[in-house]
């Protein structure tokens, strides 16, 4: 099916952006990389009247160091974070993550703004990103502002961001010396997780310090294992202790059911995963 008629913009700065979406008054939608967006205006699920192209706008597409964070630009592609030096030196899990989105198309299309700001709780990006404690800057009508991505997720396909508003950036805190590994699975390969945590661990004195779990599709949103994470503090680097902390990743959660699998496999799955991608982050192998 054809999308229905619209008018399109590409603006060239952030301002221009923002001017735009309140030119359009409501009936303006934002396009990144139009992985998501395009198969949902083709099947006219959304009927905007303006679209506003983000590809023009250079600052969007930076990763620069500010201090002791990294800041992303939300139209950096995913196949440019997974392939980013800077976010490999200091933030691992969320490059790891990137590479595994869908195929190769669409991480040379697909965008890190557009993947936070589109919601899926199946969604790649997010678990990384509250895995490294991060932060999503956002641009609108009433000047700029950050939320941390706990609150930036508020359902399925629901954010933070106000009408007018346009994710400009995300910030991460640098981890650098951390151990972090992303484990994901997947019914086939290049597909949507059934459940994937993103993990980042700080060793000290040969037992975990700190540990900080992102999950997908575990429940509305993408959540952090609290549970896990609170076992995990002072774990010895053993592998019986790190996998047996770790099974507590699903507990209080309550993950959808459909073809997949039941809630009940989904948080089996989700303390095996996290089981791996702690082992793997801490560099305890199996
Ligand atoms: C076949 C297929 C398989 C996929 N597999 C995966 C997968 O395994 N894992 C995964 O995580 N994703 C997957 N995706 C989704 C892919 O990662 C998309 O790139 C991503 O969800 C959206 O990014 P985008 O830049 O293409 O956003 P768009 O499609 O352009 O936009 C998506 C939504 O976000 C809004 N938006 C976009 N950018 C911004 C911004 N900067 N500020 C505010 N709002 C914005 C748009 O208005 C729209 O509502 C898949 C997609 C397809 C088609």
């Known amino acids: 099916m054809r999308p229905v008629d619209f008018e399109y913009t590409s603006p060239t700065s952030i301002e221009e952006v923002v001017r735009s979406l309140a030119d359009g008054g409501g009936e303006a939608t934002i396009m990144g990389g139009g992985q998501s967006l395009m198969p949902v205006l083709r099947m006219r699920m959304a009927d905007p009247d303006l679209l506003v192209d983000l590809r023009r706008v250079p600052e969007l597409k930076q990763v620069r160091e500010e201090g002791d964070h990294l800041v992303i630009g939300a139209m950096t592609t995913h196949h440019t974070v997974a392939h980013d030096p800077l976010v490999a030196a200091h933030a691992g899990v969320l490059g790891q993550a990137a590479a595994s989105v869908g195929d190769p198309q669409i991480r040379y299309r697909g965008t890190i703004g557009g993947s936070l700001a589109h919601a899926d709780p199946a969604g790649d990006i997010a678990p990384a990103v509250l895995a490294l404690d991060g932060a999503i800057e956002i641009s609108g009508p009433a000047g700029a502002r950050t939320v941390p991505a ?25 981890h650098t010396g951390w151990g972090m590994h992303y484990e994901k699975f997947a019914q086939v390969a290049q597909s949507w997780c059934i459940v994937a945590v993103a993990a980042a661990v700080q060793v ?74 702690v082992t793997a982050a801490a560099g305890v192998g199996g």
């Open 204 to 277: 000290e004195d040969g037992a975990v310090a700190r540990a900080r779990l992102g999950m997908a599709n575990m429940g509305q949103t993408p959540l952090r294992a609290e549970a896990a994470e609170a076992a995990l503090r002072g774990a010895p680097l053993q592998q019986g202790a790190l996998h047996d902390a770790a099974a507590r990743a699903g507990e209080g959660t309550s993950p959808a059911v459909d073809a997949a699998g039941t809630a009940e496999y989904r948080r089996h799955l989700a303390g095996v995963l996290a089981g791996r991608a």
């Open 150 to 174: 706990a609150e930036f997720f508020h359902g399925p396909f629901t954010t933070a961001l106000d009408e007018g508003e346009v994710v400009t950036a995300v910030r991460v805190p640098k």
